[in-house]
């Protein structure tokens, strides 16, 4: 990863040097132009042309000889045009025919398997609770806990509130269209019994 960063930043500062010798010739060109004129120019030029003969002798062999000019690097041969392939794509492969030995051969087909289930017979319901006499319902008195009133005989109405977070039901009973009374309950207890005269 340093390598990465050390080859990076010496790319960048070989441009950014060729950036400010451009600058700086850019510079000093208009600023010789506008300032000291045609005798400052006079002298920038002869400064590029002492460094032009000096990069030339540079160039030179070591025994005095022009070094041997260098070969390309790549070289191109003349462009040609197909004309049966537009794109110079290839075209595909052919496709691999198989041929069928025989018939296909059936798959054995698999066994059927039965699972006799016993089926069991719902259990039998429970009896009905018994009808409410009056009788029944004069034997009910105040704090009696709800499970006992439902046992001794079924309802006709059964209402349900939440009044200041209490629970109150009202338990109405009838024989017929002949209202037998009403039961008030408050959290699961009886709070008052109304027979029907």
């Known amino acids: ?10 790319i960048a500062s070989l441009g950014w040097s060729q950036t400010m010798l ?53 070289q191109v041969g003349p462009a040609t045009t197909s004309k049966k392939q537009p794109y110079n794509v290839p075209p595909p492969p052919p496709l691999k025919v198989t041929k069928a030995a025989g018939p296909p051969v ?34 009910i008195s105040t704090g009696m806990r709800r499970s006992a009133v439902l046992e001794m005989g079924r309802n006709a109405v059964r209402i349900t509130t939440i009044v ?7 338990f109405q009973y009838r024989t017929g269209d002949t209202p037998l009374g009403v039961v008030r309950l408050i ?4 709070y008052r019994v109304d027979i029907q005269p």
């Open 22 to 74: 451009e600058s700086a010739g850019i510079t000093a060109a208009t600023t010789t132009g506008s300032v000291a004129g045609k005798q400052v120019s006079n002298g920038i030029t002869n400064i590029l042309n002492k460094t032009a003969k000096q990069l030339d002798t540079a160039a030179t062999a070591k025994d005095g000889k022009p070094a041997a000019p260098v070969s390309p690097l790549l």
């Open 1 to 10: 990863m340093g390598r990465i960063i050390l080859f990076t930043l010496a």
């Open 187 to 190: 959290d699961g207890n009886v």
């Open 164 to 170: 200041n977070g209490h629970v109150e039901e009202i």
């Open 106 to 139: 059936a798959a054995p087909e698999p066994e059927t398997v039965l699972e006799v289930v016993k089926i069991l017979p719902p259990p039998p319901l429970p009896p009905p609770p018994p009808m409410m006499t009056t009788a029944n319902l004069a034997t």
